[in-house]
């Protein structure tokens, strides 16, 4: 037995969900000692940032219910989203709008696709932009409420780009009675000729079949 081998029997990988200890519990851990490495003692006391780094795991739990109600269980969110969570408020704020409009809600929106297609609709939708707008943590998140955008319900039944489009009646169809009365169709095809511009070829051909036949 080499050692190389010995040293991988040594081993084993064990996977942890990531709504349950220790993974659940890591956002918050690394979250705490990245406030502590900033070096920064006024960022220590600054209630404000204590508290929005406090809701980055509240909002981390709210998406996993959501991604349990309409997706299915291999589509989980994992901390990989937070971890470049800046440690001041000002920077938080961009930063967390920019991750959600472009990083978290693409991600939801293929989770429930994902979800439709496997379970169907499995509970009634809630738009989880709702949550996050009442429960913004920085001063003043009135105003950053409507930056953060929506994520659509899943369509159920996916359009199909080969479907025909439903025909509309034409405007400049005659009804059926007065196709019977050859004066009034007489009256519509030089309706038509005077309206329509075409070539002289064209024309010379239309005054021909509009002359009446002795």
């Keep these: 037995m080499t050692p190389n081998h010995g040293l991988h029997l040594s081993f084993r990988m064990v996977t ?3 709504n349950v200890e220790p993974a659940n519990g890591f956002l918050v851990r690394y979250l705490h000692r990245k406030l502590m490495e900033a ?6 006391s600054n209630e404000n940032l204590l508290r929005v780094l406090d809701w980055v795991p509240k909002l ?13 269980s291999d589509f989980l969110i994992g901390p990989c989203f937070f971890l470049s969570c800046p440690v001041t408020v000002e920077e938080f704020r961009s930063w967390f709008i920019d991750l959600w409009n472009h990083s978290i ?5 293929e989770g429930a696709k994902d979800g439709i297609k496997v379970h169907g609709q499995k ?5 989880p932009v709702e949550w996050v707008r009442g429960t913004l943590p920085w001063p003043s998140a009135q105003q950053d409420q409507a930056k953060l955008v929506h994520l659509p319900p899943p369509s159920m039944v996916p359009s199909s780009p080969g479907q025909p489009i439903e025909e509309r009646p034409s405007k400049e169809t005659p009804p059926s009675s007065m196709e019977s009365d050859p004066l009034m169709a007489m009256l519509l095809k030089l309706q038509e000729a005077a309206n329509v511009i075409e070539s002289p070829d064209r024309e010379t051909a239309t005054d021909l079949s509009l002359k009446p036949t002795f």
Excluded: R
């Design 105 to 109: 809600i693409p991600y939801l929106q």
């Design 39 to 44: 070096e920064n003692e006024g960022s220590m």
């Design 123 to 127: 509970s009634a939708w809630e738009d």
């Design 16 to 18: 942890f969900s990531n």
């Design 60 to 72: 981390w739990y709210h998406l996993h219910t959501f991604l349990e109600k309409h997706s299915t």
